[in-house]
Structure formats: C-alpha cells, structure tokens
Nanobody, 114 residues
Framework: QVQLVESGGGLVHPGGSLRLSCAAS????????MGWYRQAPGKQRELVAA?????NTNYAGSVKGRFTISRDKNTVSLQMNSLKPEDTAVYYC??????????WGQGTQVTVSS
C-alpha cells in the first residue's frame, strides 16, 4: 500500500507563490507516475500536472508556464507561481503504481484571495 502525505498549502495573495510537496511511503516499488490534481467547490477533479518516471511532464493548459512539477525519487513537488484566484482548490497528490493502480493523498487547501 502506498501512502501519500501532502504539505505546503495555504493562503496567498494573487500573484504570490506556493510550493506543494508530496512524499510517498509504504510499498513504494514501481511508482511510475506522480502528479497533482485539484478540485474546486462544485467542480470536477482535474489534472494539474503529472510527471512520469522518465521525466516526461504534462500540465493543464491553465497552469502551463506558471506551475512546475518535479520529482525526486518518491517525493513530488509542485512550484506554483503567479497564482490566480481561480487556482483556489483542494490539491490532491496522486501516484500510479504499475500493477496496483492509483493512490491518493488526503488533499491540501490552496486559497488565492485578496
């Protein structure tokens, strides 16, 4: 079983920055892809960014150029710059383990407000 623990959420002003981190523990073999999803009130959960074992990344169009995902072994981070109010959401860490499927963190709140 993979356990994911997120940290780094909080309240920031528009234009500010936050860095989210997610550490995977437990049965951490064969984690192929890690990423971040977010869910705003009344909205569907959506992919923000993901990174595969080979380093290939994928970003939502709304965050491209502002957010950067990185991975160091079993820790994935999301550097969020130039934050906008529409970035406000609960952010969830995700890990895909080959042969096991998806695992999710508990979520961390990001609020961007004046």
């Amino acid at each position: 079983q993979v356990q994911l623990v997120e940290s780094g959420g909080g309240l920031v002003h528009p234009g500010g920055s936050l860095r989210l981190s997610c550490a995977a523990s437990g049965s951490i073999f064969r984690i192929y892809r890690m990423g971040w999803y977010r869910q705003a009130p009344g909205k569907q959960r959506e992919l923000v960014a993901a990174i595969a074992s080979g380093g290939n990344t994928n970003y939502a169009g709304s965050v491209k150029g502002r957010f950067t995902i990185s991975r160091d072994k079993n820790t994935v981070s999301l550097q969020m710059n130039s934050l906008k109010p529409e970035d406000t959401a609960v952010y969830y860490c995700n890990a895909y383990q080959t042969g096991r499927g998806d695992f999710w963190g508990q979520g961390t709140q990001v609020t961007v407000s004046s």
